[in-house]
């Protein structure tokens, strides 16, 4: 009866290995793929600790050796929540928005820095939406906002 054997060491090395040690880098947190609303929640925290669900950090969310289809998953809800932080922000220059919007940026450039250039597309297109005004120059209060908000998120 060699067999169960088998099968019983391997499960015993599976459940080893995805259960010790930290976060696997190459691996999306759940929380990351939750969809837009899921970042705007969380940036409601912001400029203090922005924490997805099972703590985790939109940073957390740019992995090393991102899956395809999981890069696509986070691009698409950053670049959602993004650009309806850019609305608010610019209907309400004053308001959270501009930080929040700042935040996200910040925390999405800090995740990216190691990550040997897979996420500069996504950084690109968040920085796009962010910064896009139809009116012409953004104005100065929201520039002050977004920039606490980046350096705040590039910080944690």
Do not use: W
Not at 56 to 69: F, H, M, P, R
Not at 123 to 133: D, G, K, Q
Request: include cysteine.
């Amino acid at each position: 009866m060699r067999v169960p054997t088998t099968i019983t060491a391997l499960l015993f090395l599976a459940v080893f290995a995805t259960g010790c040690g930290g976060r696997d880098e190459d691996t999306t947190p759940v929380a990351c793929l939750d969809g837009a609303q899921a970042y705007l929640v969380a940036l409601g925290d912001a400029p203090g600790e922005v924490r997805l669900s099972d703590d985790v950090s939109i940073a957390d969310c740019l992995a090393e050796n991102q899956d395809g289809g999981e890069l696509a998953g986070v691009g698409e809800a950053m670049l959602e929540a993004a650009t309806e932080l850019n609305a608010k922000a610019q209907a309400d220059p004053e308001g959270p928005a501009a930080l929040q919007l700042g935040y996200l940026l910040g925390a999405a450039e800090h995740g990216a820095e190691d990550t040997a250039g897979i996420h500069a597309e996504l950084i690109r297109r968040l920085t796009v939406a962010a910064r896009y005004s139809p009116e012409g120059p953004l104005p100065p209060s929201f520039m002050r906002a977004y920039r606490e908000g980046f350096e705040a998120g590039r910080a944690g």
